[in-house]
């Protein structure tokens, strides 16, 4: 099964705004959001609890619908699509932190779910989900149950299982949250063999900046906008970017008091002209506010 094609971007948002309830109690979770993302880049949305990551996510995958604006995915505007499920099926696979895998199918049934209703031959779906397991580094597992898997390997399967209809895009939502640090790195390199290899399109919501660092593009939300939107180009200078948007960055480049104690004038100037250059001020309002504390 092949990729299905498309001209242009992979995604197009325009003003998108997505309000949850009304009155004084209404949520405004997207507020006027427009994006690109072009095939087969690999982008990472970033930003604190509650800025809309997941909002827009499930904007993309047709999982929630805008209250104003417009999201194309792979051509198609999402409000016209006529079969909804249909979409999801064949357009977007999803990997969600939380594996949801079926406890009381094997590992391959899990990956063949999708396939129900897509490819009418029985063995054709087996050898379809037979090749995914392979793909992701699980042929000798494909018998097992999901309790009889580590987390990391129950991910992997997940992905394999968002894989099975070749989707134009892959939307993942903390894919590597609740896993170990080795296990995030296996799933890291996988998602990113994916896009290398097969040409995949994918936007993962992350709070690791390891994960973040590994993708080509990252954008930066904040109060359901997007606030800063880099391509990633040397990871050094990735490194300094995270350092300048950190709390202890933006302490220090608004109030290096404390550290004359420590550091030179001189040498705080410097690194303070060094850190500005990295900050663009996409770091959220709820990760900084205590940035001008005295220490």
């Known amino acids: 099964m092949e990729h299905q094609k498309t001209d242009g971007p992979i995604v197009r948002v325009v003003n998108l705004t997505k309000v ?4 004084e109690t209404a949520v405004r979770a997207l507020d006027g959001l427009s994006v690109e993302v072009q095939t087969g880049e690999f982008v ?7 800025c809309g990551k997941s909002t827009l996510l499930n904007m993309l995958g047709a999982l929630d619908q805008p209250t104003e604006g417009t ?15 249909r979409f999801r099926a064949r ?25 129900q209703g897509q490819i009418s031959s029985r063995k054709e779906r087996r050898e379809r989900a037979a090749h995914l397991m392979q793909l992701v580094g699980l ?37 590597s949250g609740a896993l170990d ?32 660092q590994a993708t080509q593009r990252i954008l930066r939300m904040q109060d359901g906008s997007i606030v800063s939107d880099h391509r990633i180009t040397d990871p050094l200078e990735e490194d300094l970017r995270m350092f300048a948007q950190s ?23 410097a690194l303070r002209l060094l850190l500005q250059e990295y900050d663009d001020g996409a770091e959220v309002s709820g990760e900084t506010s205590g940035s001008s504390t005295e220490a």
């Not at 357009?91 to 396939?115: C, D, I, K, R, Y």
């Not at 480049?253 to 705080?268: A, G, P, W």
């Open 247 to 269: 709390q202890f960055g933006q302490t220090l480049l608004e109030n290096s008091r404390t550290l004359h104690k420590f550091i030179e004038e001189q040498d705080i100037a």
């Open 91 to 115: 357009t977007v696979g999803f990997v969600f932190q939380l594996h949801n895998l079926l406890p009381t199918m094997t590992a391959q049934e899990n990956v063949e779910v999708p396939l």
């Open 181 to 212: 640090s080795q296990s995030s790195d296996e799933i890291l390199a996988l998602l990113s063999d994916l896009n290398r290899s097969q040409g995949t399109s994918i936007v993962v919501v992350t709070h690791d900046r390891r994960v973040a």
């Open 20 to 23: 949850y309830g009304s009155g």
């Open 71 to 85: 999201v194309w995915v792979a051509g198609e505007d999402l409000s016209k699509l006529k079969n909804v499920d």
């Open 139 to 175: 042929a000798d597992r494909c018998d097992h149950l999901p309790g009889q898997l580590s987390g990391g390997q129950r991910q992997r399967v997940a992905i394999a299982r968002s894989l099975a209809n070749s989707p134009s895009l892959i939307l993942a939502d903390e894919p």
């Open 44 to 50: 990472a949305v970033m930003g604190p609890s509650g």
